[in-house]
């Protein structure tokens, strides 16, 4: 079993919905990392979370450390969103410098 | 311009020919790390550093090689590249000795290994 899951591996929607992408992992964490991967292959961070929610925009991240689930969710999708969402943690049982990703949730929006 | 640089964006090389990835970064980050990307499989770790002459094994260190001589450059070395070392590689940064920061990522370079 993956240390870290998501879900949806896909996801399609249509502009303006509201979306949600989530993650559930099964180690201790320190941190919890949401990244944006664009179609041409950058990689951007969007949120590091390790309580609570953030917002940004119309972005917004929620993380549970009891449940060991965090949330992502787009609210007024615009196909400018398009693009894969990869969760990711620091392992706090592991070693300090390490990290385990999600396999990545890839969203398309329609115009 | 605050970014972290990779050089080459591409190469396509063949077995066996020792090969180097710079990684370079110009905001005083502590914390480097090089990941790989292949489909199915996401993103995983290779190694990581926590600051100059640190460096530590991540889930997939074998065949390849770090060096953190200076704070700013963390390059990547596959002293003999083979084909299952063809991937899309990621070098990040970000400050403190502490993942709990936001990460900074290269642009990635596409390696292929004849």
């Known amino acids: 079993k993956n240390e870290v899951e998501q879900s949806p591996q896909n996801l399609t929607a249509q502009e303006g919905e509201f979306i949600t992408i989530n993650c559930s992992y099964s180690v201790g964490i320190s941190a919890l990392h949401w990244l944006q991967q664009h179609p041409g292959g950058g990689i951007v961070s969007l949120f590091m979370?390790?309580?609570g929610k953030k917002k940004h925009g119309r972005l917004i991240a929620t993380i549970n450390i009891q449940e060991k689930h965090s949330s992502l969710h787009i609210t007024a999708s615009h196909p400018r969103d398009s693009a894969v969402y990869i969760c990711a943690v620091a392992n706090y049982g592991g070693s300090q410098g390490n990290l385990i990703f999600g396999k990545g949730t890839k969203l398309s929006v329609k115009p | 311009e605050a970014q972290v640089t990779q050089n080459p964006r591409y190469l396509i090389t063949v077995t066996g020919k020792k090969l180097t990835v710079t990684c370079s970064q110009n905001?005083?980050?502590?914390?480097m790390s090089w990941y790989r990307q292949d489909p199915g499989l996401g993103l995983r770790q290779i190694y990581y550093?926590?600051?100059?002459?640190?460096?530590d094994k991540g889930d997939v260190p074998e065949g390849y090689k770090v060096s953190r001589k200076e704070k700013r450059n963390f390059p990547l070395i596959l002293e003999s590249p083979s084909p299952n070392q063809t991937s899309l590689y990621f070098c990040a940064s970000s400050p403190l000795t502490s993942l709990v920061n936001t990460q900074y990522f290269g642009p990635g370079t596409r390696l292929t290994v004849l």
């Open positions: 550093s926590m600051n100059v002459e640190v460096t």
């Open positions: 979370l390790s309580s």
């Open positions: 905001m005083n980050h502590e914390y």
